[in-house]
């Protein structure tokens, strides 16, 4: 998962949308049931036993989707789809100005991939989900029929303020699934609004969950209000840490263990990767007996980014005049154009690549 630069596809039948009243808002209501009806779908990830969650940013709620045998229908892989844009608005019935594909994730165990959608614009937008399989099939999960758990966060954002400036958008801007818990970064409405949650699965409540915080040295300040945009789950020294990165881009650490409900935790920020950018994803691997992040970005690049010295960089305490500082990478001259990527087996990850004739869907061999 993800934050996800949109990329316009197209419109889906009337008997394929998703609708729904209104979720309550209370994070203490868990609601069980077949079917979820979503308001909206944004980024996805992968749990164990072939659990899907899907957020759910308008409604600031998780689904956790039984995907069941819908998941072993598709020929095992994900086969590469040149202008996937464009077949997506055909087999949608519409053109590719109506769609947005908001995140791309891969099934761990089929390997097919899965593209959250959303149909139409502003109030009238529509979510659904669709999957690519290993013969290139690209098919619309039939969601009616699959269970589901679903779980409200707290004092999300309002979604109409007075001012005309909402954040409910970004509620939910990324997911990841370790050892028994949902970890969900986002904003509240609280004055410390930058969030990170630690919520148990199965779902029974969403806590207040833990207000971040963290030095940015390209701006030379303390900043709360601006949302980890992407993470991953990554052990330093035996101990679990989430890795984070924010908008003109610094890379922060937060140790799980500092992420208790209604606390205020200051992240240690490892890196500045570069002012005007914005991460999409990030993805861990390891080649030639070597740990990498892999990370996309929506003006730099994809990043390559070694993981052995972040339990032991120096942490950025000052104000960094210009450029870059702390844990080093290599931008990847042979990725261009990628706007979303995910880890698709040991060797290959599967990206989302904006070309001068649509969006391709394709693997890459990992850098």
């Given amino acids: 998962m993800r934050f996800s630069l949109p990329i316009k596809v197209g419109a889906l039948a009337t008997a394929a949308l998703l609708t729904a009243a209104v979720p309550n808002a209370v994070n203490t209501n868990v609601v069980s049931s077949v079917g979820p009806a979503m308001l909206s779908i944004g980024t996805l990830a992968f749990g164990s036993n072939g659990v899907l969650y899907a957020a759910d940013p308008q409604a600031a709620t998780i689904y956790a989707i039984e995907m069941g045998a819908d998941a072993s229908k598709g020929t095992p892989g994900t086969k590469d789809v040149g202008a996937i844009d464009v077949q997506v608005a055909s087999l949608l019935g519409t053109d590719t100005a109506q769609i947005t594909l908001t995140d791309l994730v891969v099934d761990p165990k089929t390997h097919n991939s899965y593209l959250a959608v959303m149909r139409g614009k502003g109030a009238d937008a529509k979510p659904a989900l669709l999957r690519v399989d290993g013969a290139g099939k690209i098919t619309l999960v039939a969601m009616e029929s699959l269970k589901f758990t679903s779980v409200a966060l707290p004092n999300a954002p309002e979604a109409n303020p007075a001012n005309g400036r909402s954040q409910r958008s970004s509620s939910v801007t990324d997911m990841a699934y370790q050892d028994g818990k949902l970890y969900v970064a986002g904003l509240s409405s609280e004055e410390f609004s930058s969030k990170l949650w630690a919520v148990p699965f199965p779902f ?66 490892i890196a500045e990767l570069g002012a005007g ?31 052995a010295s972040f339990g032991t960089d120096a942490p950025i305490t000052a104000k960094v005049p210009e450029g870059t500082a702390g844990v080093k990478y290599e931008t990847i001259a042979s990725m261009q154009g990628i706007i979303q ?21 394709q693997s890459a061999v990992l850098p």
């Fill in 277 to 307: 950018n914005r991460p999409i994803d990030m993805i861990l691997y390891s080649k030639d007996g070597k740990q990498y992040l892999l990370m996309a970005n929506t003006s730099r690049g994809v990043m390559k980014i070694p993981t």
């Fill in 204 to 269: 029974k409540a969403a806590d207040r969950g833990t207000s971040v915080e963290i030095f940015h040295g390209n701006h030379g300040q303390l900043e709360t209000r601006s949302p980890v945009y992407s993470f991953i789950p990554f052990n330093i020294g035996g101990e679990a840490n989430l890795i984070g990165a924010y908008l003109c881009t610094p890379l922060v650490k937060f140790p799980v263990s500092s992420l208790a409900p209604g606390a205020k935790v200051r992240g240690t920020t």
């Fill in 341 to 361: 990527l995910d880890l698709l087996d040991a060797t290959h990850t599967i990206v989302l690549a904006k070309t001068p004739t649509g969006v391709n869907l």
